[in-house]
């Protein structure tokens, strides 16, 4: 077991804390903070994916599919990947991540601090070749390896509709109007979107980056061209979709810091956690900073209101994946904080 597997505590998934965000909507506007999930005080926990890797390791042990003797490969594109890694070299299994060699700083020393191998591919080739390396790993060797295979397995979206879309319902009190969150495996979209339209008249919207070569972590261009499909990204389960551009991704995760910078964020239900604890870990050096998949969910949002979609009466509920420290090596950071 790997030095920094000591202390998982898997309890701390799920239940992440929901905020009230500041926006120039008409709507109220939510957001789960979802880096809570894996809190630990020295090192602030994990991302939304910390979900979904210990439902795919669950599901994936219970089935009997994965064995002290097999080795976990997954290709991602970097919080999957970290999030596996932990739980999974904390159950004592050997792991082995596929990344392209652009993923940002933060996302790489987690997988490394965990004691698991990376395989780097190529950026200039595309995302699909990370998932084309993988798949050339497992096939010379079938008998060693076992891939989760996020874009694929059940346990993914099940998560999330298990989980979030509950946590969401129950912390709004069952007023969420709108759900927003971007599509990269779609996921989280597609499985808390089935579990709150079981649950209420809520619109499901989902957001995809708007040009192939973007710079939004986590998200997958889909809207043109011979590009990898997710199956489990079921569009079926959206009732809408928004395309997100980078620079607007940027300003809009840069307009949050900015907006709280001398002011409280406000914590409507600090899930599991004591409000104390939230407050002291919404902020890195001082300054509510968040991923850019998280801009991108706000820009959606106010695409949805430059298009007429939001009233005073809604209720808005975005995820926020993870936060921007894990970002401070990528290109636009700089021009993010400045």
Known sequence: MS????????????????????????????????????YRADHGGGSVKSRIAKGML???????????????????????GSELARLA????YDVEIVMPDNASGGKVEAVRETGAEIHF???HLGYDAVIERCEELVASRPDRYYRPNQYANP??????????????WDQTDGEVTHFVAGAGTGGTVT??????HERGDVTVVGFEPAEPLHAIDGL????????????????????????????DAYARARELRDRYADRRVDVVDPGQHDGDTVREHLRVDD???????????????????DDGELTADDAVVVMLCDRGDKYADVPLWEDYLN
């Open 3 to 38: 030095e920094s597997a000591v202390g998982i505590d898997e309890e701390t998934i799920g239940e992440t804390p929901l905020l009230e965000l500041d926006v120039d909507v008409p709507a109220t506007v939510y957001a789960k903070a979802e880096w809570f999930n894996l």
């Open 58 to 80: 669950d599901g994936a042990e219970g089935r009997g599919e994965l064995t002290s003797d097999r080795t976990l490969i997954e290709p991602t594109s970097g919080n999957t």
């Open 89 to 92: 070299t904390a159950r004592g």
């Open 121 to 123: 591919v190529d950026a």
């Open 155 to 168: 346990d993914n979206p099940g998560t999330h509709e298990r989980t979030t879309a509950p946590e969401i």
């Open 191 to 196: 499985g808390t979107g089935r579990g709150l």
């Open 220 to 247: 997958k261009y889909l809207g043109t061209g011979d590009h990898y499909r997710p199956e489990t990204y079921d569009e079926s389960v959206l009732d809408r979709t928004e395309y997100v551009g980078t620079g």
């Open 287 to 305: 300054q509510f900073v968040v991923g850019t998949s998280s801009g991108a969910g706000v820009q959606a949002v106010h695409q949805l209101d």
